[in-house]
């Protein structure tokens, strides 16, 4: 069945820093991979989506590029910020149906000013 | 209101105890999720519903009952629950059934089984 890897926990940078979370999946054709991101007490929401090879997402200074050839999905942010503190979540939906969403374990994040 | 709502945000109930989640979205999306999320789990899929239809059941024991009386509400029904059930459980619903649908979800009712 379909699986998504992601980096282990958890994550502590200090404000400014260079922040990269590995993902990478399993599953059969061309899934469309998420990135959402949960902060304390609250439901998760999308960060940023890509739904074929080669697409970037981006939204509010994170990245991440749909690679076919690895099988990954990371994500990037050039400077971090204190309030980017939370638990983020790669996922994946096959390309039949969005009814069997696979998501990773989470990577805690952490920021210190 | 606006996005995916869900109530009561804090349950606690004992395990000879009947009670209910409720989740209303306020988007006009025609798919409803339950997800189950316990600590140091991956997020579960539990039920998915599409047009007001059960399209997916993840092997859930039957002491959960899913609802969903129409497009915009979803329910999930517990009874007879045990101290494992503990969890965080989270609504969401997303346009359609397709793949490339971004899925919005609500705060979570933390649910605690005594």
């Known amino acids: 069945g379909d699986s998504v890897t992601q980096m282990e926990g958890p994550v502590t940078l200090s404000e400014e820093a260079f922040l990269t979370i590995n993902c990478t999946y399993t599953a059969t054709g061309y899934p469309s991979l998420f990135w959402y991101v949960q902060y304390p007490g609250e439901g998760l929401q999308l960060l940023l989506k890509?739904?074929?090879?080669?697409d970037k997402g981006s939204n509010k200074g994170f990245e991440a590029t749909y690679r076919k050839e690895t099988t990954s999905f990371h994500l990037e942010k050039g400077s971090v910020q204190v309030s980017d503190s939370a638990v983020y979540f790669c996922?994946?939906?096959?390309?039949?149906?969005?009814?069997?969403?696979?998501f990773g374990d989470g990577t805690t994040l952490t920021v210190k000013p | 209101e606006t996005g995916v709502t869900q109530t009561p945000r804090h349950l606690v109930m004992g395990m000879t105890n009947k009670k209910s989640l409720k989740c209303e979205q306020h988007?006009?999306?025609?798919?409803m999720y339950w997800y189950k999320q316990s600590a140091k789990k991956p997020l579960e899929l539990m039920f998915v519903?599409?047009?007001?239809?059960?399209?997916e059941n993840n092997s859930v024991p039957s002491r959960f009952s899913p609802e969903c009386p129409n497009s915009s509400h979803l329910f999930l029904h517990l009874h007879t629950l045990q101290p494992e059930d503990s969890a965080l459980y989270l609504c969401?619903?997303?346009?359609?059934?397709?793949?490339?649908?971004?899925?919005?979800f609500g705060p979570g009712t933390r649910l605690t089984v005594l």
């Open positions: 890509a739904t074929k090879a080669d």
């Open positions: 988007l006009g999306h025609n798919a």
């Open positions: 996922a994946l939906n096959p390309n039949t149906n969005a009814g069997k969403s696979t």
């Open positions: 519903y599409s047009l007001e239809e059960r399209v």
């Open positions: 969401a619903s997303s346009q359609d059934f397709t793949s490339t649908d971004t899925q919005y």
